[in-house]
Nanobody, 123 residues
């Protein structure tokens, strides 16, 4: 079956950077739009960024625009999320998801989800 595995989370100081990876198995990632979502303590899950199957379209949440960058590596069948200038508000479990509804920040549009990776921003 289609599988997604996130990695790259961890503890980082405010102002620091992390790169998250979303690796796909048993399917070609380029056929799906990929979204990154996060759930912070006490908050609902929110969309962070998405990228279309072709990679030609991206959509960033206002809270991360200019700090986060999504990219695809088709050869490795992997999507990355580069996170810079991290602050405490970015602390959350981050999930990648795949769907066929195009690039959207709505989690209901995504059918397949990874297990999540914890990102903690703290000094």
């Amino acid at each position: 079956q289609l599988q997604l595995v996130e990695s790259g989370g961890g503890l980082v100081q405010p102002g620091g950077s992390l790169r998250l990876s979303c690796a796909a198995s048993r399917f070609t990632l380029g056929r799906y739009a990929i979204g990154w979502f996060r759930r912070a303590p006490g908050k609902e899950r929110e969309g962070v960024v998405c990228i279309s199957g072709s990679g030609g379209t991206t959509n960033y949440a206002d809270s991360v625009k200019g700090r986060f960058t999504i990219s695809r590596d088709k050869a490795k069948n992997t999507v990355y999320l580069q996170m810079n200038s991290l602050n405490s508000e970015d602390t959350a479990v981050y999930y990648c998801a795949a769907g066929t509804w195009g690039c959207t920040l709505s989690d209901t549009a995504f059918n397949f989800w990874g297990q999540g990776t914890q990102v903690t921003v703290s000094s």
